[in-house]
């Protein structure tokens, strides 16, 4: 059975930073796209960000673009989310997933992703 488990969420003040993980288990996913969403309440769910196996695809939503950097570890089947510059804005529930399917190419969808972390809790005051 497929886990993923995320880390690090928490309190910060704006300007501050957060380092998200996210550490699968039941298979592994040296291949699959592994990425990072977040919803804010009464809002929809939204990509954030996400990396190829290789490391070598990245795709940034543009709002995150320069404050945040992925990174995933294979040997440890774990994917990170480096948070800097927060701004309140940032507050959400911050999910990890997995698209299996794809290889090379990043979709932003959240339909396209096949698992699916319970989320951490990021709150950034003002």
């Known amino acids: 059975q497929v886990q993923l488990v995320e880390s690090g969420g928490g309190l910060v003040q704006a300007g501050g930073s957060l380092r998200l993980s996210c550490a699968a288990s039941?298979?592994?996913?040296?291949?699959?796209?592994m990425g990072w969403f977040r919803q804010a309440p009464a809002k929809e769910r939204e990509f954030v960000a996400a990396?190829?196996?290789?490391?070598?695809?990245?795709k940034y939503a543009a709002s995150v673009e320069g404050r945040f950097t992925i990174s995933r570890d294979n040997a440890k089947n774990t994917v990170y989310l480096q948070m800097s510059s927060l701004k309140p804005e940032d507050t959400a529930v911050y999910y990890c997933?997995?698209?299996?399917?794809?290889?090379?190419?990043?979709?932003?969808?959240?339909?396209?992703?096949?698992?699916w972390g319970q989320g951490t809790q990021v709150t950034v005051s003002s």
């Open positions: 990396i190829s196996g290789s490391g070598l695809i990245i």
């Open positions: 997933a997995v698209d299996r399917d794809t290889v090379r190419y990043i979709y932003t969808a959240f339909t396209e992703y096949d698992y």
């Open positions: 039941g298979r592994t996913f040296r291949t699959a796209i």
